[in-house]
């Protein structure tokens, strides 16, 4: 089932100002069939961890979570949260244009993101991460470059992981990165967005490891903007899915990501509850009809 596959995002879930959305959307993920939440300690302005974990507590029930090392909490997290309220409700953001830029796919990280990677540092993060979430399932190394990983941060990271019970690995922000994949055991869990060629009828060898893959929405716009038959043959199996189109066809995309890279979690990222909603709607419309893959070889695609 494509619900099983999904991994709850969030990066932009917030506390602080935004605290009532975060509280709201992660329970709605939750109660909708979601068992799999990623987080990190600078996710959320640095207060996403708080918002999960306090879900995660009243929810109750069996939750996959996964977290990082080596990205930095804000200390100013909460005051900031008010002052980007207060900003956009003076200057609302202006809507996204057509920029051929917006659909280029990020080239993996080669210089450090600043990102603290120390033991003692890992170790508080790690701390940290615990008192907020209770639980971790997975403890990924963030935005980690292929030239900063070495012996000494491996040993830590298996130290670290082994303490919290915790399947190890890395998550990057960018695309499939094969120099930092190299680094790491076949056991190790991959985050990363997906190289479109993955996607193809006869895909090059996958890595031969668990992966988590994000941007897809960013994945599906670069496809679209790029094939216009594929563009109308998403549209057109999302016509068949009820709800929302642009929902039904971001969930079509998931449901043919699934069925290309049938050992992958796919994680689904927002801020508005309407759309976590439509979402999943049409995650479970996908699922009544059967197995993901069978009805991923149905759409023309």
């Not at 499939?176 to 895909?203: I, K, T």
């Not at 999302?238 to 992958?264: H, N, S, V």
């Amino acid at each position: 089932m494509l619900i099983e596959r999904l991994v709850l995002g969030t990066a932009r879930v917030t506390g602080g100002a935004s605290a009532r959305e975060g509280h709201d959307l992660v329970p709605a993920a939750l109660d909708g069939g979601v068992r799999h939440v990623d987080t990190a300690p600078s996710y959320g302005m640095g207060t996403a961890e708080t918002v999960v974990g306090e879900a995660l507590r009243r929810f109750g029930g069996e939750v996959s979570v996964t977290t990082k090392l080596g990205s930095r909490r804000d200390p100013l997290a909460y005051p900031k949260t008010w002052l980007r309220r207060i900003k956009r409700l003076v200057a609302p953001p202006a809507p996204a244009g057509d920029d051929p830029r917006d659909y280029r796919l990020p080239e993996p990280l080669t210089v450090p993101t600043g990102n603290d990677f120390s033991a003692g540092a890992m170790r508080e993060s790690l701390r940290r991460s615990l008192d907020a979430l209770g639980r971790i399932d997975r403890l990924l190394l963030h935005d980690v470059t292929a030239a900063q990983y070495d012996t000494g941060l491996a040993a830590a990271l298996a130290g670290l992981g082994a303490e919290a019970g915790a399947q190890v690995g890395y998550a990057t922000r960018t695309l499939f990165d094969p120099a930092l994949d190299a680094h790491f055991a076949p056991l190790a869990v991959g985050q990363c967005m997906p190289l479109p060629a993955w996607l193809s009828a006869s895909p090059p060898p996958l890595p031969d490891r668990p992966l988590a893959l994000h941007s897809l929405v960013h994945l599906m716009d670069h496809l679209r903007h790029g094939d216009t038959a594929f563009s109308g043959a998403l549209d057109a199996a999302a016509a068949r899915l009820p709800g929302d189109g642009a929902a039904a066809r971001l969930a079509c995309f998931y449901a043919w990501t699934a069925a290309r890279l049938p050992d992958a979690r796919l994680i689904y990222a927002t801020t508005r509850r309407d759309r976590l909603d439509g979402f999943l709607r049409a995650v479970h419309a996908i699922d009544r009809e059967g197995p993901v893959r069978e009805w991923a070889s149905r759409l023309a695609l």
